[in-house]
């Protein structure tokens, strides 16, 4: 009886993509099994032992067909899942029953399969994340020169864009493009066929003391599972867990760039300069009827809020991996390794989704800065004042004066800004009065904002993202509910 495809897990359904909880459902995962075996067995044969085409044809034929249903009563029989499974491969391949898992240690199959499982969820993320770049790559070059408040300390300062804002975002995110680039390329290799402790005894001893077959061994199974792949050069029983660590760290990173993103965006929601897609008959509250909560924002940044604990999980497990290995590293894995790609997968669709519809209220935006903007603006009012033959002392004090006014009144009365009444109307600043407005523009105010996002797009950002550009332009493998 084969199992579901799908992983069984909350997240998986309405939000998780079929392809994502594809690679860690149970029926993957055993016929992930069932391939190293497979492998072995080819690489075995063609090195001298006895095993013939007629064994490995049956062992071949019969990958994906699975009967859970005797794997897990064998399991409750013997405690121990993967002779569970060995027996139940035997049944169905009665020929070559004798050479199945033939010198290997459980670990053969589980951390090659797990290596294997992450190697080919990264390049789903790889894709969805350099998806989500391409969105906000988007969004950075319409609002390359929308000139809005920065904000430090969230007090409004010094003007910038929301285009150079977006580039913010997209620089985390390229980061992160480049660990998992780095993860594939170099820093993920298999566990390879390395015996119960590592040592390879039991393959030396199937060789007769050959290490050049033992070698070639390790070559070839990690060949015959992924063009490419190589083998860690030593292990104990297990890979060493810094690798799940540095996995999950990099998960980690891509939950800290969408949490910061979509919490930026939560603020600036509260401000209406910018929201998340809202549908027509979207309900925001049961209570409030006005209400157009960025429920899509929290629940990307509650899911990264769980996915950067995860690290310290595997921290702990690494740390704690007894001498050559200790069986309490099991339990968390099976939990954290598949979780963390699922919330992950469920995060870049969510900021997909959010990116590619964020609204921008650009009267609003031009209106905050209006607002602040005659403060900012007094020393530029300054300066050109002093130009036209006024004291600059005088001058300074003048603004400082009508500054700290206007700003009491904006705050006790919750007036407009007036800051620029009481220039016009202030003899000191006769001699710039007809000036005012045109150091009023804002772009004068975003200093090479629009050029720093024009260069970001085009030496970094671009040529990143054009490995992918065929992928990019097809749609996404499935279409979940946001």
């Not at 929601?269 to 008959?281: M, S, V």
């Not at 804002?442 to 040529?463: I, K, N, T």
């Not at 332009?473 to 279409?479: G, L, N, R, V």
């Amino acid at each position: 009886m084969a199992a579901p495809l799908r992983y069984d897990h909350p997240l998986v359904g309405r939000y998780a993509t079929k392809e994502m909880s594809a690679i860690w459902s149970p029926q993957n995962k055993i016929a992930t099994w069932r391939r190293l075996w497979v492998a072995l067995a080819e690489a075995q044969a063609e090195l001298g032992l006895p095993i013939s085409e007629e064994q490995l044809e049956e062992l071949r034929a019969n990958i994906t067909n699975i009967d859970f249903e005797l794997a897990a009563r064998k399991e409750r029989e013997l405690r121990h899942d993967v002779m569970a499974h060995i027996h139940t491969y035997g049944v169905i391949c009665p020929r070559a029953r004798g050479v199945i898992h033939l010198g290997a240690t459980s670990c053969f199959v589980q951390d090659n399969a797990d290596i294997l499982a992450m190697r080919a969820a990264l390049r789903v993320l790889r894709r969805k994340l350099a998806r989500a770049m391409s969105l906000l790559a988007d969004k950075a070059r319409m609002w390359r020169d929308v000139a809005c408040l920065g904000f430090t300390h969230y007090q409004p300062a010094q003007l910038t864009t929301m285009g150079k804002r977006c580039s913010l975002w997209l620089q985390d995110m390229m980061l992160d493009l480049q660990q998992i680039e780095t993860l594939l390329d170099s820093r993920l290799p298999m566990r390879g066929v390395k015996g119960t402790t590592g040592t390879e005894a039991s393959f030396l001893e199937l060789f007769d003391g050959d290490h050049a077959k033992c070698r070639r061994l390790n070559e070839l199974v990690c060949a015959k599972m992924e063009p490419g792949a190589r083998a860690i050069p030593v292990s104990g029983q297990t890979y060493t867990r810094k690798i799940d660590f540095e996995v999950l760290s990099v998960i980690s990173g891509i939950g800290q760039s969408v949490y910061k993103m979509c919490a930026d965006i939560r603020l600036l929601a509260h401000d209406k300069e910018l929201d998340e897609p809202f549908e027509a008959e979207q309900v925001g509250s049961s209570a409030m009827p006005y209400k157009r909560n960025p429920m899509r924002c929290e629940r990307a940044c509650s899911l990264s809020r769980y996915l950067m604990t995860l690290p310290t999980a595997a921290a702990e497990t690494a740390a704690q991996q007894w001498l050559e290995r200790t069986l309490d590293d099991s339990a968390i894995r099976r939990i954290t390794l598949p979780e963390a790609f699922l919330a992950c997968d469920v995060i870049l669709g969510l900021a997909s989704n959010i990116v590619g519809g964020l609204v921008l209220s650009p009267r609003v935006v031009a209106s905050r800065v209006a607002a602040e903007l005659p403060f900012m603006a007094s020393e530029a009012i300054l300066m050109a004042a002093v130009r036209a033959g006024g004291d600059r002392q005088d001058l300074h004090e003048a603004l400082r004066v009508h500054s700290q006014a206007a700003g009491r009144r904006v705050r006790e009365e919750g007036v407009a800004n007036d800051l620029l009444d009481r220039i016009r109307s202030d003899d000191q600043f006769a001699g710039v009065r007809d000036q005012l407005d045109a150091l009023l523009e804002p772009a004068r105010f975003v200093g090479r904002a629009p050029q720093q996002v024009d260069d970001f797009l085009a030496e970094c950002v671009m040529p990143m993202l054009e490995p992918y550009a065929e992928e990019l332009a097809q749609p996404d493998i499935d279409t979940v509910t946001i």
